[in-house]
């Protein structure tokens, strides 16, 4: 036992106290009983860097913060499909976060991303949710391995900012879990991160900071979550409803309001002071993990090493779109002209609560130059200001084109300016802004040997993307995003990162289209399952690119997949990757599986398995991949649960969602489904019973056998039998009069639903 060591107890406090530890004491720290030797600990946002502010706190990045490293956000990192990146990117953060004594990171955010149109899916990973619980699971193993906890948020179909602190997400059951939960549950079974962070919104019509549901049936009950759930920054609605449904600890301080309101309840009768103990415990439990770990990281940060960590983490986060004849990689001595204002002032992190002051700065232009051996011109080509003058943005267009002419290749940075997206607000469009548009039609005229490099962190229409030879996709890069992106540009750094969310030719295709933002405080999911790649594929719609493209600098080639089910009943996928080309370079493999002939609607695939891997030029190696049993399942509506069908599954394994490069199918044993038999089961369950169904048929065929003159009133081809599939058993009787009477359906359901020895 240390000095540091709480030992203090729930039934060491007082009413008053027990109610305190479940608010905050200012904008970042808990609240300390120091009576009983239980002290204050902090949190702070990220998550692609640590915020610690100095001085007084909010939530909107708006306040300055203690130097940090600024790593790709998400939406870059999810591109690298990269588990062992993300974990040590997580354990660079963690280190930080525990050098600065801070207990809790506030992160990783793994909402799915809806709609392009979200003003804060930069904090996001992916538009599918395997992709999003897999890293999700790397980040927060990591960080927590230093001795500090994460936040897993925003808990949950937190999918939008419109409205975001009221409307409600309504979702039908098996979009809600299939798509909008998943993640989060993979990330609890395989992570455990110490708090998990309930969203604003409302989740059919409750708010998720007071839905019992949610945040303990679900959570707790069903995924095992051991730790403390605590507030978004605001989000709690009536703190006494919240605290038995689930909610431990409301962030940042109510001065007091909410304490007083729960032991008032507790006194009232109204609050079980049970429900009080159990948030209280935990807080105290989060707080012993925090003295526990704290000083895990003693010293300086190590600014350089973390720098490089970023660097790296950059360069895999940039995916290749496009490289028509080659143009890429950048010979180093070539005449270039650099155009474009990100260039010089890089787009590097989103605005926000994730807002962080990087130690350092890498622009694009200094780190080409620095890479470069012969000339590099520069022209600004645009204003990033939001009002500029047409006189103003003609001679920058002029200036550019100017650039480009004399160059051999030109560079053209484009992206969204900051107040395009932020958090807080959704994007009206998914378009470039049009002044960078012409800068990029008067340079193209120019001189047509155009790279356009992109930096935003939602995606952009390319209406330009059979014009210009060669796009890189740059997201935002974090602090060393400039010299990644040289990196990536004079081949010193194969691209290999993978589009996790599609790129669409346009708004009106994406599947929330007609759905988004909502009106009067609702949201309707009615695209239901169908989201991202899902929604493209099912309709059969062209796409700018495809979920999980991405191209190198080398090529590979697959061999035709093999697949086995494991003793546990999971799908091991192997397939042999080889490095075709004639440089080194990173392959990411891609599974999918589909069910045809399934009795409920799926997608045409779905992302169950990726892998990345390394290879030599010219090197070849097997790659496995494994399928979880689990993820095979669907949310069964009639049970309530997870249900594996059973059936011949098709296995694709590809370099993105329509570049499938083999194909095998497997036998999958389902799971046994028992569903009770009521007056409103239809005939074609009552058949598909495992009891009755034979009993049920032989009598079908029976009373088909006397109704006479059937035959002769139907149309050729016309099947009887399948008209009377959907009918409910329960009004047989009228049609076959005494044959089947009530009491004779009775007793076939008791017959089905009776205990089996």
Known sequence: ?????????????????????????????????????????????????????????????????????CFPPAVGLGSSCDVELLDRVGRALGAETSIEGVAVLLGPGINIKRSPLCGRN????????????????????????????????????????????????????????????????????????????????????????????LLTRVLRDEWGFEGLVVSDWGAVNERVKGLPA???????????R????????????????????????????LVRKAQAGAGAVAG????????????????????????????????KDANLAVLGAFAEKPRYQGAGSSLINPTRLDTPLEEIRALATGEVAYAPGFSLAAD????????????????????????????????????????????????????????????????????????????????????????????????????VLFGDVNPSAKLTETIPLRLSDTPAYLDFPGEFGHVRYSEGLFVGYRWYDARNLEVAYPFGHGLSYTTFSHTDAAVRVTDSGDLEVTVTVTNTGQRDGREIVQVYTSLPGSTVQRPVRELKGFASVALTAGQSREVAVTVRRADLAYWDIRVDDWIVEGGEYTVEVGASSRDIRSSVTVAVEGDPVAIPLTRESSLAEAIAH??????????????????????????EGVSMDRMMMSFPIGRMSMMTGDQVSPEMIDGLIAMANAPQQ
């Open 388 to 487: 500029v003058a047409e006189s103003e943005a003609a001679q920058l267009r002029d200036e550019a084109a100017a650039a480009a002419s004399a160059a051999e290749v030109v560079v053209l940075f484009l992206g969204l300016p900051a107040r395009l997206e932020s958090e807080g607000y959704d994007r009206d469009d998914i378009d470039l802004p049009a002044e960078q548009l012409a800068v990029l039609d008067a340079v193209r005229a120019a001189n047509p040997n155009v790279v356009v490099v992109l930096s935003n962190g939602g995606v952009v229409a390319l209406p330009f993307a059979r014009d210009v030879p060669a796009i890189l996709e740059g997201w935002l890069l974090g602090q060393a995003g400039g010299g990644a992106t040289a990196d």
């Open 122 to 213: 930069f904090e996001y990973f992916s538009e599918d949710p395997l992709i999003s619980g897999v890293l999700g699971a790397a980040f927060v193993t990591g960080v927590q391995s230093q001795g500090v906890g994460t936040s897993l948020k925003h808990f949950a179909a937190n999918n939008q900012e419109t409205d975001r602190m009221r409307a409600s997400s309504d979702i039908d059951p098996r979009p809600l879990r299939e798509i909008y939960l998943r993640g989060f549950e993979r990330v609890v079974r395989d992570a455990q991160p110490w708090t998990v962070m309930c969203s604003y919104n409302k989740i059919n019509g409750v708010y998720a900071s007071e839905d019992p549901w």
């Open 1 to 69: 036992m240390t000095d540091n060591d709480v030992t203090a107890t729930v039934a060491d406090l007082t009413l008053e106290e027990k109610a305190s530890l479940t608010s905050g004491l200012n904008f970042w720290h808990t609240k300390p009983v120091e009576r009983v030797g239980i002290p204050s600990i902090m949190m702070t946002d990220g998550p692609h860097g640590l915020r610690k502010q100095a001085g007084a706190g909010d939530h909107l990045g708006v306040g300055s913060s203690v130097p940090a490293t």
């Open 300 to 331: 300086l940060l190590d600014v350089d090493a973390h720098h490089a960590l970023a660097r790296e983490a950059a360069g895999r986060s940039i995916v290749l779109l496009k490289n028509e004849g080659d143009i890429l990689p950048l010979a």
């Open 690 to 715: 495992p009891v009755v169904g034979e009993m049920v048929q032989g009598a079908l065929r029976q009373m088909m056998a006397t109704v006479e003159g059937l035959e002769s009133v139907m149309p």
């Open 246 to 256: 689930g909610l431990d600890l409301e962030m940042p301080s109510s001065s007091g």
């Open 258 to 285: 909410t304490d007083a309101e729960l032991v008032a309840a507790v006194r009232a009768g109204d609050l079980d002071e049970s429900a009080l103990d159990v948030a209280a415990g935990r807080v105290i439990d």
